[in-house]
């Protein structure tokens, strides 16, 4: 079952940026491409925990400001050569709407 909750205009996101949703327990990065394809991860870079969304983004994809690890926005997963993984929340548009379901994140 999911629990979608409204979390932000899709125009208060820059295209190639994000915004931060803080919930009580999980600060989650909400990323705009250059597409407008919109991806929504915990704040967390799975190697020393950097903040994913003051990180650079780059088609699917973001950089990590602390030490260049690029996370793919869709799986949360490393890219090549490195190792690890942040959770994923699934995302939608409704009338230029960002929503998250907080109960179906895909772990990490």
């Known amino acids: 079952m999911s629990n979608w909750s409204e979390v932000v205009a899709l125009e208060d996101i820059p295209r190639l940026g994000s915004r931060v949703v803080k919930t009580d327990t ?19 870079c ?24 690029k996370i793919d926005l869709a799986s949360g997963e490393a890219l090549g050569p490195d190792e690890g993984c942040t959770n994923v929340f699934p995302v939608k548009i409704e009338n230029g709407m960002v929503f998250i379901d907080f109960k179906m994140a895909v772990a990490a």
């Open 26 to 44: 999980v600060n989650i990065a909400v990323f705009r491409t250059a597409s407008d394809e919109v991806f929504a991860m915990k704040d967390e």
């Open 46 to 69: 799975p190697h020393k925990q950097g903040p994913l969304s003051q990180g650079i983004v780059h088609g699917t994809s973001v950089t990590c400001p602390l030490h260049n690890w």
